[in-house]
């Protein structure tokens, strides 16, 4: 997967799946500062079931989150 809007988000994807070690050695650290607060923000995570075509496992929390964290972007 290559998201070209953002390669922090494949390197997110990269950290959570190998290990944020690997992800270090492999990138600049603006790719991994930006990696980071992508998973912060919204987790990554939940994408490895749907690229593997499984169902996610905790869709409720999973949207919770983003909502919240939505919300709380659009207060400030």
């Not at 944020?20 to 912060?40: C, G, I, K, M, Q």
């Not at 919770?64 to 400030?76: F, N, Y």
Request: avoid cysteine.
């Amino acid at each position: 997967m290559a998201i070209l809007s953002d390669p922090a988000i494949d390197g997110a994807l990269v950290a959570t799946w190998h290990g944020w070690p690997v992800l270090r050695a492999a990138t600049d650290e603006e790719t991994y500062r930006r990696s980071w607060a992508w998973n912060d923000a919204v987790g990554v995570e939940h994408l490895h079931a749907v690229f593997a075509g499984q169902p996610l496992s905790h869709v409720d929390g999973f949207v919770s989150s983003v909502l919240a964290w939505l919300e709380k972007r659009d207060s400030h």
